[in-house]
Structures are given as C-alpha cells and as structure tokens.
C-alpha cells in the first residue's frame, strides 16, 4: 500500500501546505509497502486545482493521452519509490496536485494515497526586461570614514565613534623668543559649539553670499542659486554642507571635518597667558582621474585646508597660519599654495588675520596645493600635514601643529593613487580606499540581477553584497597572475575555466520567449572572486563545481520569468554552499547587465574592491521562499 506522507523535490521542503520545487523536472516519492514483503512499485497522478485548492483536471505525464501517470521501478517493501516528470510537463508558479497506487506484481491497490500539493518555485522571480529605466548604474554615496592617524594631538576612534585611543600629546610648544615668550598649541576635536558656528557660519556665507548676487542685477533665484554653491572657494563643492564632526569621501574627494580647533596661546616666561586665539580647521582632498577633470596631461590632486577664526585676542596684534604639506611622491611637482578668502578672493601668501579686525562668519581662510604626478605604473602617495602659528607680538615665537598623515599604512585611507596603466586614457588619480557601487539596471536586466542577488545571498564570502559588507576585487591591467603561456591573467582566462568549451556546460532546455542564453557566471570572470581566478577564495577545478541555474517563464498565466535549478547533473540542485554559480542567462542580458562597469573612469586597478547592488531584489533577504522582483522608478 501507498504511505501516507508523499513528497515533492527538489529539495523536498514545504512553503507553507505544499511541496517548493526548485526545478521543472519534478521528482514525485512516497514509501510503499506489501503485506507479504514483496517487491512493489507506484503509479503516480497529477491533477491541476481549483481556486479553493481541490483537484482541477489530471496532468497527461506520459503522452500517451490514456492514462497519463508515470509508474516508478520496483522496490523492497518499505522502500521509497519515484519517478521524475520530465521537462515541459509541469509549470513554474502553478498549485498541483498528486497521489499515489500501489502494485505488487499481482494486485492493484484499491484506494489512493493522501494529496500532497506541489508548487514549482523558482529562486527569484521577475518580469520580461523593460525599455527604459531612471536607475543610474553609477550613481555613488558619500561614506562616512574614520582617521587612523589624525596625529598626536587629537583621540582616535573607531568606526562606530568610541575612543580607540586618546590623545598623546596634550599642547605643543614652540622655543621661546628674544624675551623668553613662547606660543603653544592644542588641538581639540569638534563639540557641540563648534558644530554651531559651523552651521551659522554656512547661514551667514550664503545669505552675504545672495545678497551680492542681487546687489550684481541678479534675480533672486539666480542670487539663491549663486548662494547655493557658497563657499566659492570649497574645493570639494559637496562638503560644506556635511556636518561637522565626521569625515566624508568618494572615489575622487574627501572632506576632513573632524579635525576640530585649534588653540594658540601666547605665553611670558612664567606661564601666564598674554593672549590666544581659537580657530577651527577642516580639510580637503580633490583627485583627478583623467585629462578632462584636471585640465592637465598629468595626473594630479589638490590638498585644501579651511582655517576660520573663532577668537583673536588683541594683544597678539596679528596671527599667521602657515599649512605645511608633504608627501612621500618620488615622482611630483608641487605648486606653492593659493590663499583664498571665503569668496574665492586672493588673501596674501599665508592665513593671516589683524586681532582688532576680522569676522568669526567670513573671514576664513582657505588654503589650495596643487600636485601633479609624472611617474609611469602607479604610485601610492602618503601624506602629512602640521600648520604653524606666530603673531604680531613677537618677531621669533612660533609653534607647530601636528594635523596626522593620510592614515596608518594598513589602511592609508586617504592616500592618492595616481597611475598609467588606464588604457585609452590619461593619468590620473583617485583614492582608492573608497570602493565604488556598480548598481545593476534591473529595469533592464532583471534576469542577470536576479541571479546574482541569489548568489550574493548563498556565496560562503557573499561576494560583492553591500548587505554582507563583502567586496569583489577587480581583476585590473596590473595584475601580476599569468597564464599558462605566460601572459597577463586576464577575465577570459577565468571565464574559460566556468564556461568554457571545456567546462561541460549545455543549454538547458526552457520555453520559447526566453531566447537565446548565454552562460554566465557569478563571480564575474572580470574579479578575484571568479572562481577561475588562480587566486580566488572561491577557486574551482571546473564550473560543474559552481550551482547550476537557468532561466525560464513562469507557467502561472502571468508575463514573468524565474531563475531555476538545473538539475540534470546535481539532481538535487544547488546546495547553496557552491563558491561560484552559472547560469543560463538570456544573452542581451548576460552581455549588457555588466558591460557599462566604468573601470577607466574610476581608474579600478588590480585588487581594487567594488559592490554590486541590486535594486529590485535588494528587498529581499531569505532565498527560502521566492524573491519578487519591485521596479524601481
């Protein structure tokens, strides 16, 4: 007799009542038992449903119009018997039915076993590409970063903002003049008033800043744009309205706001205070990455300081600031510093402020250093900054501020990267601790994403999953690996090894209005993570290691498509520990879904890491149940 529990697979786990198929091929089972321990088999019938779930209409399994059940081989008493309805049978997204007979030989058995509902699920689903779409495949966030080495004087923290280490270094003290007098410095990060003075000072700058404009004849919406793009003299236009208190960068900027004030304190030899001044200080980081950026054949980056006054006693008379930069560059040329004030007017050759004349809102200063690298491969350039103070009052006092370096040579987050190796491109530079987003137009290519977000989700290292925090590192021109014939390692080479004539790879078999596939791989053949990269975390002899997948239209009356196991040489499907995945992919969307990764324009170098996101799949967080592709725009 039939058992009275029969399954469905692969896998054979439920969503909710019913069986979740992950392949078209349905594996149907139950146990089967005979009463004299003979041998017996299992003919299987499968019926459509209603709307209320009870049996619709029975499934022709076989062809043969008569029947229309599939009978599994004989199996000992007790033992478990099967059959698996062939492709195109039985369609994704549809509630069925089935049930089972026994026979021993001799005698039919009188009764069916229990219904067992069965729905073929596919890991993802989404609809046919659309025409068009506003998703921007390149359109970068500003991180948020944390200083490793923001010199002495000031604590470091961790990313989450605790106190990693306190300051070292209480003041620094300059040797004392003719008279024995000396200038001392502190640094201090920022505080609630010092966050204040930099929003009023961002209040005060546009509205004298609008005001002009209207004074110049322009209409007040022509003046509050003018406004909006104040200070004129931001080398990065995007920082001044990022708060103060946290660092900021891209892939070409960064936006120091977290160095805080200093204060300098004019001394007599007792120790006693004859006067100070307090300023506030923030930096910046412009890098060029190609010609057209820079306006030069070299590849360059600016350093900015922004020193604004905060108090100034009297009896100093005058204070100069001096920004000293260096830099570790063996191939550079650097320009002397262009002074500026708050709206982008020369203000001398140094910082400097008359004590019984200066306003604490616009009387900032902004110092710019243009370098220009000339060197061929690529160089990483650490740098170092300090500014020294003296005053009016005394003709030889003066004291130096440690402002840190570009970071910690672990991290070196912001160290330039400047390099030649960019094909059909100029030199140029960028920061290369910022990883890019390449966002996947899934508008467009929604069978592409959908299959790399459920390989995100399954890959032991998640590679390139913003969710995961994990990168893929792009296989650059640089590379050191060679091939078999001793030339660079390149994406083809990996790519051989997953999809390649040698890999064993075959179309699978699916409906008509799919079209033509290709096989594509995740990770891309063009990353580390590729598991035909020699070097790869994720490493494998063959793409027949990799999970196997395939596209196909859902069955269910609706327009979409879904991404299926392929189960005909691992007949149990993927087991979502596979370090790589291939899948057939239609070929538009194989192609294309990567095609726009703008390497040159962010100068990706060998070992650089990026994420890949997936907007319309990104809702998604379990690939126990189906993932339902939302447009996006």
């Given at each position: 007799m039939s058992g009275t529990a029969p399954s469905a697979g692969p896998k054979f786990t439920k969503s909710g009542t019913a069986w979740r198929v992950i392949a078209p091929e349905v594996v149907l089972r139950n146990t089967v038992t005979d009463a004299d321990g003979d041998t017996a088999n299992l003919?299987?019938?499968?019926?459509?449903?209603?709307?209320?779930?009870?049996?619709?209409?029975?499934?022709?399994?076989?062809?043969?119009g008569q029947y229309g059940v599939l009978v599994s081989p004989y199996v000992p008493s007790g033992g478990r018997a099967q059959v698996t309805v062939p492709y195109g049978i039985l369609k994704p997204g549809v509630l069925y039915k089935f049930r089972t007979s026994a026979f021993d030989g001799s005698l039919y058995e009188t009764t069916w076993s229990p219904w067992a509902d069965f729905r073929i699920e596919p890991y993802v689903k989404f609809p046919a590409p659309q025409t068009s779409s506003t998703i921007d495949t390149?359109?970068?966030?500003?991180?948020?970063?944390?200083?490793?080495?923001?010199?002495?004087?000031?604590?470091?923290?961790?990313?989450?903002?605790?106190?990693?280490?306190?300051?070292?270094?209480?003041?620094?003290?300059?040797?004392?003049?003719?008279?024995?007098?000396?200038?001392?410095i502190k640094l201090s990060p920022p505080t609630a008033e010092s966050k204040a003075?930099?929003?009023?000072?961002?209040?005060?700058?546009?509205?004298?800043?609008?005001?002009?404009?209207?004074?110049?004849?322009?209409?007040?919406?022509?003046?509050?744009?003018?406004?909006?793009?104040?200070?004129?003299?931001?080398?990065?236009?995007?920082?001044?309205?990022?708060?103060?208190?946290?660092?900021?960068?891209?892939?070409?900027?960064?936006?120091?706001?977290?160095?805080?004030s200093g204060t300098l304190v004019f001394i007599d030899t007792d120790d006693a205070t004859i006067g100070s001044a307090t300023f506030d200080f923030e930096q910046r980081i412009?890098?060029?990455?190609?010609?057209?950026?820079?306006?030069?054949?070299?590849?360059?980056?600016?350093?900015?300081?922004?020193?604004m006054p905060v108090t100034i006693d009297p009896t100093l008379e005058g204070v100069t600031l001096r920004w000293n930069t260096q830099s570790t560059c063996a191939a550079c040329v650097t320009s002397v510093i262009r002074w500026a004030d708050d709206f982008n007017n020369f203000a001398g050759d140094n910082a400097y402020w008359d004590a019984d004349n200066w306003n604490a809102?616009?009387?900032?200063?902004?110092?710019?250093?243009?370098?220009?690298?000339?060197?061929?491969?690529?160089?990483?350039?650490?740098?170092?900054?300090?500014?020294?103070?003296?005053?009016?009052?005394?003709?030889?006092?003066?004291?130096?501020?440690?402002f840190g370096t570009s970071g910690i040579p672990q991290v070196q987050e912001l160290a330039?990267?400047?390099?030649?190796?960019?094909?059909?491109?100029?030199?140029?530079?960028?920061?290369?601790?910022?990883?890019p987003t390449w966002t996947v137009d899934t508008n467009k290519y929604p069978a592409a994403g959908a299959y790399y977000w459920y390989m995100q989700q399954v890959m032991p290292d998640h590679a390139g999953s913003k969710r995961w925090d994990s990168l893929l590192h792009y296989l650059g021109p640089d590379t050191p690996?060679?091939?078999?014939?001793?030339?660079?390692?390149?994406?083809?080479?990996?790519?051989?090894?997953?999809?390649?004539?040698?890999?064993?790879?075959?179309?699978?078999?699916?409906?008509?209005?799919?079209?033509?596939?290709?096989?594509?791989?995740?990770?891309m053949a063009?990353?580390?993570?590729?598991?035909?990269?020699?070097?790869?975390?994720?490493?494998?002899?063959?793409?027949?290691?990799?999970?196997?997948?395939?596209?196909?239209?859902?069955?269910?009356?609706?327009?979409?498509?879904?991404?299926?196991?392929?189960?005909?040489?691992?007949?149990?499907?993927?087991?979502?520990?596979?370090?790589?995945?291939?899948?057939?992919?239609?070929s538009t969307q194989n192609q294309q879904a990567f095609s726009g990764f703008p390497a040159p324009a962010w100068r990706m170098l060998d070992g650089d890491g990026f994420f890949v996101t997936l907007p319309g799949f990104e809702h998604c967080t379990s690939t126990a149940t189906t993932c339902t592709w939302s447009k996006i725009g």
């Amino acid at each position: 007799m039939s058992g009275t529990a029969p399954s469905a697979g692969p896998k054979f786990t439920k969503s909710g009542t019913a069986w979740r198929v992950i392949a078209p091929e349905v594996v149907l089972r139950n146990t089967v038992t005979d009463a004299d321990g003979d041998t017996a088999n299992l003919t299987f019938q499968v019926y459509t449903t209603n709307a209320d779930g009870t049996p619709k209409a029975q499934v022709d399994l076989d062809g043969s119009g008569q029947y229309g059940v599939l009978v599994s081989p004989y199996v000992p008493s007790g033992g478990r018997a099967q059959v698996t309805v062939p492709y195109g049978i039985l369609k994704p997204g549809v509630l069925y039915k089935f049930r089972t007979s026994a026979f021993d030989g001799s005698l039919y058995e009188t009764t069916w076993s229990p219904w067992a509902d069965f729905r073929i699920e596919p890991y993802v689903k989404f609809p046919a590409p659309q025409t068009s779409s506003t998703i921007d495949t390149t359109a970068q966030d500003i991180d948020e970063f944390t200083r490793t080495d923001p010199g002495p004087a000031l604590p470091t923290f961790t990313a989450s903002g605790a106190v990693k280490r306190e300051a070292t270094q209480e003041r620094t003290c300059g040797k004392p003049d003719a008279e024995g007098r000396k200038i001392c410095i502190k640094l201090s990060p920022p505080t609630a008033e010092s966050k204040a003075r930099a929003k009023k000072r961002a209040e005060v700058l546009r509205k004298a800043e609008e005001a002009k404009a209207r004074k110049a004849g322009k209409s007040p919406a022509e003046a509050a744009a003018v406004a909006a793009d104040a200070p004129l003299a931001d080398l990065v236009d995007w920082c001044s309205d990022e708060p103060v208190g946290k660092d900021y960068m891209n892939r070409t900027d960064a936006c120091v706001k977290s160095i805080g004030s200093g204060t300098l304190v004019f001394i007599d030899t007792d120790d006693a205070t004859i006067g100070s001044a307090t300023f506030d200080f923030e930096q910046r980081i412009k890098t060029y990455p190609n010609k057209g950026t820079s306006g030069s054949n070299f590849a360059e980056f600016d350093q900015q300081i922004r020193i604004m006054p905060v108090t100034i006693d009297p009896t100093l008379e005058g204070v100069t600031l001096r920004w000293n930069t260096q830099s570790t560059c063996a191939a550079c040329v650097t320009s002397v510093i262009r002074w500026a004030d708050d709206f982008n007017n020369f203000a001398g050759d140094n910082a400097y402020w008359d004590a019984d004349n200066w306003n604490a809102y616009t009387d900032g200063r902004w110092g710019t250093r243009a370098t220009q690298w000339n060197g061929t491969g690529k160089e990483r350039i650490d740098l170092s900054w300090s500014v020294t103070a003296t005053v009016d009052a005394s003709d030889t006092a003066f004291a130096t501020a440690d402002f840190g370096t570009s970071g910690i040579p672990q991290v070196q987050e912001l160290a330039p990267r400047c390099d030649d190796y960019v094909a059909g491109s100029y030199p140029g530079c960028v920061l290369p601790f910022f990883s890019p987003t390449w966002t996947v137009d899934t508008n467009k290519y929604p069978a592409a994403g959908a299959y790399y977000w459920y390989m995100q989700q399954v890959m032991p290292d998640h590679a390139g999953s913003k969710r995961w925090d994990s990168l893929l590192h792009y296989l650059g021109p640089d590379t050191p690996v060679k091939n078999s014939s001793g030339a660079t390692w390149t994406s083809d080479d990996s790519r051989k090894v997953i999809c390649g004539t040698s890999s064993s790879w075959s179309v699978h078999p699916s409906d008509a209005s799919v079209g033509s596939v290709d096989c594509d791989e995740y990770a891309m053949a063009s990353t580390h993570e590729s598991g035909g990269y020699p070097q790869s975390v994720n490493l494998v002899t063959s793409g027949t290691k990799c999970a196997q997948m395939f596209t196909d239209k859902m069955g269910d009356g609706s327009a979409n498509f879904g991404i299926l196991a392929d189960i005909r040489t691992v007949t149990n499907g993927p087991t979502g520990t596979e370090r790589c995945g291939r899948a057939a992919i239609p070929s538009t969307q194989n192609q294309q879904a990567f095609s726009g990764f703008p390497a040159p324009a962010w100068r990706m170098l060998d070992g650089d890491g990026f994420f890949v996101t997936l907007p319309g799949f990104e809702h998604c967080t379990s690939t126990a149940t189906t993932c339902t592709w939302s447009k996006i725009g």
